[in-house]
């Protein structure tokens, strides 16, 4: 049996940084561990700070949510991600799943 370990944070060229996670341990479509599975969605985590484009995918179920940056944001859809990637001006290091993109732009077009 395969186990994912955790991916290194994600740090962008603006400086901006997040956890990206996928597994079956996370909020994640599919949840399976897998080093070449291409995820619709993925689980964010800890923002360095408040992004817009996550905002709608903060996790409920808290009488007090937590801060955008103490907040964890599960189903990320793949664009969205890629989307704020972009934003931020790429990656400069660290680790993310593969994003099956090619989804997005199939269910975009219908």
């Given at each position: 049996?395969f186990l994912?370990?955790?991916r290194?944070r994600?740090v962008?060229k603006?400086?901006?940084?997040?956890?990206?996670q996928?597994?079956?341990?996370h909020?994640c479509?599919?949840?399976?561990?897998?080093?070449?599975?291409e995820?619709?969605?993925?689980e964010l985590?800890?923002?360095?700070?408040?992004?817009?484009?996550?905002n709608?995918?903060?996790?409920?179920?808290?009488?007090?949510p937590?801060?955008p940056?103490?907040?964890v944001?599960?189903?990320?859809?793949?664009n969205?991600?890629?989307?704020?990637i972009?934003k931020?001006?790429?990656i400069?290091?660290?680790?993310?799943p593969?994003?099956n993109?090619?989804?997005?732009?199939?269910?975009?077009?219908i």
């Amino acid at each position: 049996m395969f186990l994912q370990p955790a991916r290194k944070r994600v740090v962008c060229k603006d400086g901006f940084n997040v956890s990206i996670q996928a597994s079956e341990h996370h909020y994640c479509t599919p949840r399976i561990d897998g080093a070449y599975t291409e995820y619709d969605d993925v689980e964010l985590g800890f923002p360095s700070e408040e992004e817009p484009l996550i905002n709608e995918y903060i996790e409920d179920g808290y009488d007090e949510p937590d801060p955008p940056t103490e907040s964890v944001y599960p189903h990320v859809p793949a664009n969205v991600v890629k989307k704020m990637i972009d934003k931020h001006g790429g990656i400069i290091e660290g680790e993310m799943p593969k994003l099956n993109l090619a989804k997005v732009v199939q269910e975009e077009l219908i």
